[in-house]
């Protein structure tokens, strides 16, 4: 198992040694150590492995992952996992503010709590919180899945398209043309199949209330331009 | 003759023209601001108020057509491994697909490589069409993120983060119903036939310090070899491009409010931001203050219409321009050929500009496929490639008149202004004085 120490390696080289993994690699599993609140670590992977960050990091942590399974034993600054396609991320502790913003697919899981713009302009990654989320969470949140298992903040889902959103605590407040949604069977089944996922056990998912679009601000009428405003 | 009563002959408000008449007439009826393509068409100081000098006793000219005059270009060399070599220093603005149609988007990446230069990708994505055609192909960077992917952030040949464009700096975008289709729609993500909106701001960065941090994560996503560009709408130069140095760019974009988008409000288009003339000499003064002047490029952008723009663009510190308006017209947008369906949709040709309906008799901003079949890529990429060919040959006309064996030896000493306010905003003479105004002495 290749150890990177970011006390002895630089940042270059770390990513330059993840980047060169392809999908046939037998270094399956990398295990990088005193990340020290280093920006961008394990960005732009593109491979079937795991990597395995021994404290907290900074910006971009696993930004635009694809396919690879990282996992941060530490908390995450901003932008953790921005704009991942595929592949896992995990924080063991809290995140930062965008956590798994744009991102297009993949599986984000913050074992703590994620702040403000959780989950911003997501299109198509899921994001499951074990604890609660800031405000403008899920704003234009375009498609996937937005899991809370504590509360969320103000104005949750402000111009949201159609990601859906689940929140098992309060909700402070909703934005613009967010609406509850009726929570169907479908909905249940694949809420629980994401906490499945995410390793979380004690909850249920019927103790979940479920958030969308009310579409009213697909096409502007000036009817309903105070939203706007 | 009757000298009882004498009429006055009728008389219009200069305060409430015709226009301002018909905009609030169409306002009180709509119920929404107008929405339309294109910068500004209002009269601002511009190019056409700077003229070169020539050589004479004092300078000594180049042999036209005889003696070299280069005209290429390197840009991003600051930290990127592989910077863009172009043969001519135009380069063709980011449109994206989606406002422009597929065809549009290939005759652009045609155009531009057979002249030797890069295209630019705009909001949702890079389309097949372009990367095919396009050499050099520079992908953007957007708020929205729309078709962001990381395989195509490594098709790319540069990147650029967009922080503003000069039809709306601190706007953001929006594409309209209309062109929503299913293959548009599939790039971005979004529901068929909705209006889009973009946000006006990155959603994962706020501010300098953070936008440095961004540039490093992109930086190690392409291993640090691709160059990158930062683009900003003309507001605050000087501070601009002084903060986009600091945050690590190789290249920065100064898009002043005659540049084009694709659609947003007709009030934002023509009251926010400076005009282009305004925005040169604060961005080179930044670059010379930071002693980064010809390190870091500086791309302008906004009304750059013929070969004299360019140099006189180059002579005020520019490194290259931009165009996008210029090179549309050079593929058909607004011919007159058009002019019984344009007529058909209320307006005329070379007034053309709601560019967001899809309606376009050229086929160039829509996404109607019968529409879209109007425009032939080979045919309309050959015009902008001699269109380009055209605008270099004239701005080397003038370098060589101006006794420069490059187009980057002009300098702002080649130039005099023709009215106050140019010589103002380009900091070069009045024309016959030795005044330039707000310079010490005057």
């Not at chain 2, 020539?54 to 005889?66: F, N, T, V």
């Not at chain 2, 603005?93 to 002249?115: D, Q």
């Not at chain 2, 540049?259 to 670059?287: H, K, S, W, Y």
């Not at chain 2, 060589?400 to 130039?415: F, S």
Request: proline fraction near 4%.
């Amino acid at each position: 198992m290749p150890v990177i120490d970011l006390a002895q390696t630089g940042l270059r080289e770390l990513n330059a040694a993840l980047h060169s993994q392809g999908s046939g690699t037998n270094e399956t599993l990398w295990e990088v150590l005193n990340p020290r609140g280093s920006h961008a670590v394990a960005v732009g992977v593109n491979a079937p492995i795991a990597v395995e960050i021994k404290g907290s990091v900074g910006y971009y942590c696993a930004g635009m992952n694809r396919e690879a399974s990282v996992t941060v034993y530490g908390s995450a600054g901003p932008g953790v996992a921005e704009n991942m396609m595929s592949g896992e991320v995990r924080v063991k502790g809290d995140a930062s503010q965008y956590a798994g913003a744009t991102g297009k697919g993949g599986l984000l899981i913050i074992e703590g709590n994620a702040s403000s713009r959780c989950g911003i302009s997501m299109k198509g990654i899921d994001i499951v919180v074990r604890g609660s989320i800031g405000h403008m969470s899920a704003f234009m949140a375009q498609a996937g899945h937005l899991v809370v298992c504590g509360d969320a903040g103000d104005a949750l889902g402000d111009s949201i398209y159609e990601a859906k959103l689940f929140v098992r605590g309060a909700v402070k407040s909703l934005g613009a043309d967010c609406i509850e949604k009726e929570m169907r069977g479908e909905h249940l089944h694949a809420l629980q199949a994401l906490l499945n996922r995410a390793g979380i056990v004690d909850v249920k998912a019927s103790d979940f209330k479920r958030y969308g679009s009310a579409r009213k601000l697909y096409n502007f009428s000036v009817d309903h331009a105070d939203a706007y405003g | 003759m009757s000298y009882e009563n004498p009429p006055t002959i009728p008389r219009k408000s200069a305060t409430f023209d015709d226009y301002t008449l018909s905009e609030i007439r169409r306002a009180a009826t709509t119920g929404i601001y107008d929405i339309r393509g294109g910068g500004s068409k209002r009269r601002l100081p511009h190019f056409d108020d700077l003229l070169f000098l020539g050589a004479s006793i004092s300078r000594y000219p180049l042999e036209g057509y005889r003696e070299r005059c280069g005209t290429e270009v390197v840009l991003g060399a600051r930290f990127a491994k592989k910077p863009l070599e172009l043969k001519i220093p135009i380069t063709v603005a980011g449109m994206s697909f989606g406002s422009l149609s597929a065809n549009a988007k290939e005759a652009l990446g045609r155009g531009a490589s057979a002249a030797g230069t890069s295209t630019t990708t705009g909001d949702g994505g890079m389309s097949t069409e372009e990367r095919g055609q396009s050499q050099t192909l520079v992908y953007q960077y957007l708020p929205s993120r729309y078709g962001m992917n990381p395989e195509d952030l490594l098709k790319a040949d540069a990147i650029e983060i967009v922080v503003g464009q000069g039809a709306k700096p601190g706007g953001g975008g929006m594409l309209l119903g209309q062109k929503i289709t299913d293959r548009v729609a599939n790039m971005r993500t979004l529901p068929k036939g909705i209006d889009q909106r973009s946000a006006c701001r990155h959603p994962d960065w706020t501010g300098p310090d953070d936008m440095e941090i961004k540039i490093l994560e992109l930086r190690e996503i392409t291993d640090w070899q691709k160059p990158i560009f930062v683009k900003v709408g003309g507001a605050r130069p000087y501070y601009d491009v002084a903060l986009a140095v600091k945050a690590g760019a190789d290249v920065v974009v100064v898009d002043g409010m005659q540049g084009g988008t694709a659609a947003t409000q007709d009030v934002f288009i023509e009251n926010v931001g400076m005009p282009t003339l305004a925005c040169i000499r604060p961005a080179v003064q930044a670059l010379q203050d930071l002693g980064m002047h010809r390190k870091v490029q500086l791309i302008v952008s906004g009304g750059v219409r013929n070969g004299a723009d360019v140099a006189k663009a180059l002579a005020l510190g520019a490194d290259a321009v931009s165009i996008g308006t210029a090179a549309l017209v050079a593929l058909g947008d607004n011919d007159p050929a058009y002019e019984a369906e344009y007529n058909a949709l209320g307006t005329t040709a070379g007034a053309y500009d709601d560019w967001h309906e899809g309606k376009d008799p050229a086929g160039i901003t829509t996404q109607d496929p019968e529409l879209m079949a109007r425009l032939d890529p080979v045919l309309a990429g050959r015009r902008l490639a001699n269109y380009l060919k055209v605008m270099t040959l004239e701005a080397q006309t003038i370098a060589r008149a101006c006794g420069k064996n490059h187009l980057h030896n002009l300098e702002p000493e080649d130039l005099c202004a023709l009215t106050i306010e140019a010589a103002a905003m380009a900091r070069v003479p009045l024309a016959g004085t030795s005044w330039i105004p707000g310079q010490a002495g005057f």
